[in-house]
């Protein structure tokens, strides 16, 4: 219990001296586009209430879910095949390398001129920038695992998807949910760019209507409504990494306090 304690204090700790240091430094601040802390959290429940929440934090996650999924079936599908054959690894590496150096923001423009400019287009920029860590640690993640224990699934006759759900994907599901928690807020970013191109409502939409309008407290508090998703969203990443690695985790656990 002690030590439950004791991480919970070091988890809060940073956040609560960063808002402390926030409220002090900006209390006395006259800067319009640098209000006091306490003027924005006043504006907070005025601004984000049910319907806004309905009408644009919702729609954003949806598309937020959408193109990370997409990225994600993709990523390890594409993955997994190139990092299991050498051949098809030599022939799409110098590809791969091109296509992961342009900034997925620089494609909106392209994208929306095959995709029109409704949530297709949103969801293929989020989906578009979140491949690209998924496939490669899923390469990297699928060319390490051991070649004992591939040569024992082969001696004892363990192939097709039993050797891929079973020995592959599972050696190589740590990297795997490494590329996935690097594309979550590769996905966030990208989420808020492509609703600042063409859209009608959304967080990006909606943050960047406040700053047009010169609406500087409410702009502040679409952004730490960013901040709080984030957040949320890591939190449950988390959860299910613990769930499905749990027996990653115990391993090391174990060998830490092995001697």
Known sequence: MRRVLLRAAFVIALPVLLVAGWWVTSDDSTDVYWPPLRTILETFPDVWTGERLKDDVLPSVLRLTGGYALAAVVGVALGTVIGSYRRVRAVCEPVLEFLRA???PVLVPVIMLF????????????????VWPILLNTVEGVR???PVMTETARSYGITGTTRLRSLVLRSASPQIFAGLRQALSIGIILMVISEMFAASNGLGFTIVQFQRGFAI????????????LGFLLSVVFQLVERRVLGWYHGLRASSRRSP
């Open 102 to 104: 342009v900034p997925p």
């Open 115 to 130: 995709a029109g400019i409704g949530d297709t287009m949103k969801v293929t920029v989020i989906a578009s920038g979140c």
């Open 144 to 146: 390490a695992v051991d």
């Open 217 to 228: 407290p409410d702009m502040w508090t679409g952004i730490l409504v960013l901040g709080l």
